[in-house]
């Protein structure tokens, strides 16, 4: 991850790496980390072969993921990734974008989702995190 500069206390730095086509806008962005938590974060939009290096590099994973976020505050999300899963599941871009933006800054907060409880208690707060933003429950199913 590139040196970022100092941040202040409730900023949210945007890099937008990838053709910034169908990459909502770095409002929005910034409006849903702000949402999730009130720490410093960056926000990089990466294309698939960053995504998968990264995830290579960090997880052991040899595929890209929709989103990993790391403990310097860094969240680095996946646009070919997140594209696919919003069509496969039949939900908007922005709306993918939202919850993975949310889920990211959560994991920052100390969140995890291994154990059944702690994955309920994220998903719970996911939902009232983006239920706060005009985003509908991004597990319900319909």
């Known amino acids: 991850m590139p040196t970022k500069p100092t941040r202040r206390r409730n900023s949210v730095t945007l890099q937008i790496a990838v053709s910034p086509r169908g990459v909502p806008s770095a ?3 910034r409006k849903w980390a702000r949402a999730a938590g009130s720490s410093p974060v ?3 939009i990466v ?3 960053e995504g998968r290096e990264l ?3 960090f997880r052991s994973i040899d595929r890209a993921t929709n989103v990993l976020s790391f403990h310097t505050g860094d969240i680095v999300l996946c646009h070919p990734v997140i594209r696919r899963e919003a069509r496969a599941q039949g939900k908007s ?3 993918h974008y939202a919850h993975l933006v949310v889920h ?3 994991h920052l907060r100390g969140y995890a989702h291994e ?3 702690d994955a309920a208690r994220m998903e719970a707060r ?5 239920r706060r933003v005009g985003i509908r429950n991004p597990y319900a199913v319909e």
Do not use: D, Q, W, Y
């Open 55 to 57: 995830n290579r590099t």
């Open 27 to 29: 409002p929005l962005l």
């Open 126 to 130: 996911e939902i009232r995190i983006l």
């Open 104 to 106: 990211g800054v959560l």
């Open 115 to 117: 154990k059944k409880r």
């Open 93 to 95: 871009v922005a709306a």
């Open 42 to 44: 960056s926000l990089r």
């Open 47 to 49: 294309g698939e072969r």
